[in-house]
């Protein structure tokens, strides 16, 4: 059984920073592939990063050099430092994870286990 909790969400003005966080809890030892994805109004789901569990990270485009994807020691915590951000950043931010392997880091397909999101508002 695996749970994820978002938090760390909130608003903030262009230009600003954000550090969302994801705690994640399971009952087996598996590694997880874990990774954020967004969703604004009207929009598809989005990858924004990903790490695999062997620790390769993938951004998107629109993020590379203003996102940073880590996680804790102990790889229960996934964390997201959001720098430099636009008012086009602004969507509901979830965290997903899954088991091993995944082929495609930011296609939202390849996660089964989803946090409940944590709002971004990025104002200008």
């Known amino acids: 059984h695996v749970q994820l909790v978002e938090s760390g969400g909130g608003s903030v003005q262009a230009g600003g920073s954000l550090r969302l966080s994801c705690a994640l809890s399971?009952?087996?030892?598996?590694?997880?592939?874990m990774a954020w994805f967004r969703q604004a109004p009207g929009k598809e789901r989005e990858g924004v990063a990903a790490i695999d569990i062997g620790d390769f990270i993938t951004y998107a485009d629109s993020v590379k050099g203003r996102f940073t994807i880590s996680q804790g020691s102990d790889k229960t915590t996934l964390y997201l430092q959001m720098n430099s951000l636009k008012p086009e950043d602004t969507a509901m931010y979830y965290c997903a994870a899954a088991s091993g392997w995944v082929g495609y880091p930011t296609d939202p397909h390849e996660y089964i286990y989803w946090g409940q999101g944590t709002q971004v508002t990025v104002s200008s």
């Open positions: 399971k009952s087996t030892s598996s590694s997880y592939s």
